[in-house]
């Protein structure tokens, strides 16, 4: 058992170490190798090998989890924990049903299986409450956009299939290696895993070099004002922080420029929904539009929404006992132009335990307000079932208003697409993980959105790192971390249709359907 011990624990590190935006993402494609060595060991050699597979991979999942996400601590101890080791359980409940079926099925099968569930694993968990999939097997691929141009038909889980598949095949020869010691067939495994390597990556090359964008220019600036979240942020006013957003445009703000982006909850003071048209931060914002009549605001802001009316509750209401008023909390975007109308977006993909107290009807019963009432800590978020898009005055930009953690989730960003979004506006707050690989890995996210639906994205993060990324990924022009200041650039928008927009998720689809049907087949064939 030392020996699976010890190859689980190098699947782990192996897995780490692969990570954008620190790791060799090379390694990847053997990731998974020395877990399926030990598994294939226990259970051809051991009894009671649930529990065993269920150890080893709990330990290499364990692993990866730590080394990629322990920047999350920073943010909240108890989630950071929570948060690792749930999703270290559910990787391993995912590789423990591989293991179930692979007692019980030819290998061929089993080893398709694992392609089948592990993506369907991928989907579930950007579907459901506790949604967290960062760690994603297309994700990390987020550092390497010119193997992956791709994507545009793929998404991630394109990314995901070819990480599992060369796995796969490797531990096929390796396995057949160690049972007839064929060394020209071993080579020829290898020679067939690189080439499966090398394909996809001389297809993207070419892809990436050929791909030109069509020129359909505007000016873009990007505010990174670098408030600190947890001493600075919630004791500046609002009208504080709408002149600083003021001071920093006007050095690049001119009469060419077609739209600013602010960050995520820049104005952080709870502005009253009901009074947001003649709220004091967008009257000072207003004076940069009444200067310049062609120029849109994208900005970031807490919102709440009191009222009294049973009517209006859903699922998200807040209740304020001791004044027997019901409310909406709100992270949003909203757009300020010349129009006396403000658009606005909310947030809808939450942050979970610190926006979102998932699934109430079964734990608001038992546990009661405990998951909402931390200190402060936590806040239960309204969000909106459709995606909005900011229609530029005057010019044809449609902004996609993208709140910091919805940029993880591919094909939530596509509905903005399908609604008309030529370019993506991401508004962040990465402040919270520190200067950590937390705020790294988000911003090299966004390049794969970019490649996904080609499109420019105006990134702009309240400390860092604001960037501009093109249509092939790239990123052109960033602002670095902890420092104050705007960003400008030109920018195309683009408004085709990639093929992943108009089919999303597929992989994950068929995978769902594949998985279900292997394994039904599975318990069949053991009762029979």
């Given at each position: 058992?030392?020996?699976?011990?010890?190859?689980?624990?190098?699947?782990?590190?192996?897995?780490?170490?692969?990570?954008?935006?620190?790791?060799?993402?090379?390694?990847?494609?053997?990731?998974?190798?020395?877990?399926?060595?030990?598994?294939?060991?226990?259970?051809?050699?051991?009894?009671?090998?649930?529990?065993?597979?269920?150890?080893?991979?709990?330990?290499?999942?364990?692993?990866?989890?730590?080394?990629?996400?322990?920047?999350?601590?920073?943010?909240?101890?108890?989630?950071?924990?929570?948060?690792?080791?749930?999703?270290?359980?559910?990787?391993?409940?995912?590789?423990?049903?591989?293991?179930?079926?692979?007692?019980?099925?030819?290998?061929?099968?089993?080893?398709?299986?694992?392609?089948?569930?592990?993506?369907?694993?991928?989907?579930?968990?950007?579907?459901?409450?506790?949604?967290?999939?960062?760690?994603?097997?297309?994700?990390?691929?987020?550092?390497?956009?010119?193997?992956?141009?791709?994507?545009?038909?793929?998404?991630?889980?394109?990314?995901?299939?070819?990480?599992?598949?060369?796995?796969?095949?490797?531990?096929?020869?390796?396995?057949?290696?160690?049972?007839?010691?064929?060394?020209?067939?071993?080579?020829?495994?290898?020679?067939?895993?690189?080439?499966?390597?090398?394909?996809?990556?001389?297809?993207?090359?070419?892809?990436?070099?050929?791909?030109?964008?069509?020129?359909?220019?505007?000016?873009?600036?990007?505010?990174?004002?670098?408030?600190?979240?947890?001493?600075?942020?919630?004791?500046?006013?609002?009208?504080?922080?709408?002149?600083?957003?003021?001071?920093?445009?006007?050095?690049?703000?001119?009469?060419?420029?077609?739209?600013?982006?602010?960050?995520?909850?820049?104005?952080?003071?709870?502005?009253?929904?009901?009074?947001?048209?003649?709220?004091?931060?967008?009257?000072?914002?207003?004076?940069?539009?009444?200067?310049?009549?062609?120029?849109?605001?994208?900005?970031?802001?807490?919102?709440?929404?009191?009222?009294?009316?049973?009517?209006?509750?859903?699922?998200?209401?807040?209740?304020?006992?001791?004044?027997?008023?019901?409310?909406?909390?709100?992270?949003?975007?909203?757009?300020?132009?010349?129009?006396?109308?403000?658009?606005?977006?909310?947030?809808?993909?939450?942050?979970?335990?610190?926006?979102?107290?998932?699934?109430?009807?079964?734990?608001?019963?038992?546990?009661?307000?405990?998951?909402?009432?931390?200190?402060?800590?936590?806040?239960?978020?309204?969000?909106?079932?459709?995606?909005?898009?900011?229609?530029?005055?005057?010019?044809?930009?449609?902004?996609?208003?993208?709140?910091?953690?919805?940029?993880?989730?591919?094909?939530?960003?596509?509905?903005?697409?399908?609604?008309?979004?030529?370019?993506?506006?991401?508004?962040?707050?990465?402040?919270?993980?520190?200067?950590?690989?937390?705020?790294?890995?988000?911003?090299?996210?966004?390049?794969?959105?970019?490649?996904?639906?080609?499109?420019?994205?105006?990134?702009?993060a309240n400390t860092g790192v604001s960037a501009f990324i093109n249509q092939k990924g790239e990123i052109t022009k960033s602002l670095a971390y902890e420092k104050q200041g705007s960003l400008r650039n030109t920018i195309n928008l683009n408004d085709k249709i990639t093929f992943y927009v108009k089919?999303?998720?597929?992989?994950?689809?068929?995978?769902?359907?594949?998985?279900?049907?292997?394994?039904?087949?599975?318990?069949?064939?053991?009762?029979?």
């Open positions: 058992m030392k020996k699976n011990l010890l190859l689980a624990i190098v699947s782990g590190l192996l897995l780490a170490f692969s990570w954008p935006t620190y790791g060799f993402t090379i390694l990847i494609f053997v990731a998974f190798v020395p877990l399926l060595l030990a598994e294939q060991n226990i259970r051809e050699n051991y009894k009671q090998t649930k529990r065993k597979t269920f150890v080893i991979s709990y330990l290499s999942f364990l692993i990866w989890n730590i080394i990629t996400t322990w920047w999350l601590w920073y943010s909240t101890q108890g989630g950071a924990v929570f948060a690792i080791l749930a999703n270290t359980l559910l990787m391993t409940i995912t590789f423990l049903l591989y293991h179930i079926a692979a007692k019980r099925l030819p290998q061929k099968i089993a080893l398709i299986f694992l392609i089948s569930i592990w993506l369907s694993f991928e989907k579930f968990h950007l579907t459901w409450d506790v949604s967290w999939p960062w760690l994603n097997l297309g994700n990390v691929f987020s550092g390497q956009i010119t193997w992956i141009q791709w994507y545009e038909y793929t998404g991630t889980f394109g990314g995901s299939l070819w990480i599992l598949l060369i796995n796969i095949l490797l531990f096929s020869f390796l396995k057949s290696y160690f049972e007839i010691k064929n060394r020209k067939n071993l080579a020829k495994g290898v020679g067939i895993s690189v080439l499966c390597f090398a394909v996809p990556v001389l297809v993207s090359y070419f892809m990436y070099i050929n791909y030109n964008e069509r020129e359909n220019p505007i000016d873009v600036i990007v505010l990174q004002p670098n408030i600190d979240p947890y001493f600075e942020k919630y004791q500046i006013s609002n009208q504080e922080i709408a002149q600083l957003l003021v001071n920093l445009s006007e050095n690049s703000l001119d009469e060419k420029v077609n739209f600013v982006v602010t960050p995520e909850t820049v104005f952080a003071d709870n502005v009253k929904l009901k009074n947001l048209q003649n709220s004091w931060e967008l009257a000072i914002l207003r004076s940069m539009v009444l200067k310049y009549p062609n120029l849109n605001i994208v900005g970031g802001i807490a919102m709440i929404d009191f009222f009294k009316e049973k009517s209006k509750i859903t699922k998200q209401t807040n209740y304020l006992e001791r004044a027997d008023i019901w409310y909406n909390d709100y992270n949003s975007a909203f757009l300020l132009n010349t129009n006396d109308s403000i658009p606005l977006y909310h947030k809808s993909k939450l942050v979970v335990g610190v926006e979102n107290f998932p699934y109430q009807s079964v734990l608001k019963p038992i546990l009661g307000e405990t998951l909402i009432d931390l200190g402060g800590t936590v806040a239960l978020k309204t969000t909106q079932e459709e995606r909005s898009v900011f229609l530029g005055e005057k010019i044809e930009g449609k902004a996609a208003p993208i709140i910091c953690y919805e940029s993880i989730y591919g094909e939530f960003v596509t509905d903005y697409i399908k609604k008309g979004a030529n370019f993506l506006a991401i508004l962040t707050n990465d402040a919270w993980w520190k200067n950590t690989q937390g705020h790294k890995q988000l911003l090299s996210y966004a390049q794969l959105r970019a490649i996904e639906t080609r499109r420019s994205v105006a990134r702009s089919m999303g998720d597929y992989f994950a689809r068929i995978s769902l359907f594949l998985s279900l049907f292997i394994f039904l087949y599975a318990i069949a064939k053991k009762r029979g």
